[in-house]
């Protein structure tokens, strides 16, 4: 099992790098991220897309018939529609949602900028999030990538990951480490 995980994960990897190259050569980077985040925003809002993607009965007609209607309504580049048409006849359509993943981060990663997930137990403004981003970038003298997240069950405080780097402010995990202490007692 674990080596078809591997074989999924390195198959993404290399679909969206060359995915990648090809938008550069093409001229349409930045387009094709912007297009690539808004088919994630249609996997992970639509059930029925999501279940289609994943479903190996479905016929290769049908898959590319709703991507074209896909590309029609969110005018997607060619170059990502024949991508896409690309994974269908190759069987490799079920692995769209971490090619294009990988593909946002690839993009990211030659802009240089440092992924920063960020989770709190109040609902961040705009404003409050930009000034924590500017704030990191500061800190960091690099441009991030912010990716924010609501978590109520934290109580209260913050849970900040930069890398492989995490800070844990939350009273959630201070209980925790209260609890572990009186359990070591």
């Not at 790098?17 to 297009?35: F, G, T």
């Amino acid at each position: 099992m674990s080596k078809n995980k591997g074989f999924s994960n390195t198959s993404a990897q290399r679909y969206s790098l060359a995915l990648y190259e090809l938008s550069i050569e093409a001229n349409s980077l930045v387009k094709i991220e912007q297009h690539s985040t808004a088919i994630l925003k249609l996997i992970y809002s639509s059930e029925d897309f999501n279940d289609l993607i994943k479903d190996p009965t479905e016929k290769q007609e049908n898959l590319i018939s709703i991507v074209n209607k896909i590309s029609e309504n969110f005018k997607l580049d060619d170059l990502l529609k024949n991508f896409m048409t690309f994974l269908i006849k190759k069987r490799r359509f079920f692995y769209i949602e971490k090619i294009l993943k990988n593909f946002i981060e690839t993009c990211s990663e030659k802009r240089g900028e440092v992924k920063v997930d960020i989770q709190s137990a109040k609902e961040l403004t705009n404003e409050e999030i930009d000034k924590i981003t500017e704030d990191l970038a500061q800190n960091f003298s690099s441009k991030m990538k912010l990716n924010y997240k609501y978590d109520k069950s934290l109580i209260g405080g913050l849970i900040v990951k930069i890398g492989s780097t995490m800070v844990d402010t939350s009273i959630k995990n201070k209980l925790q480490q209260i609890e572990n202490r009186m359990i070591e007692a």
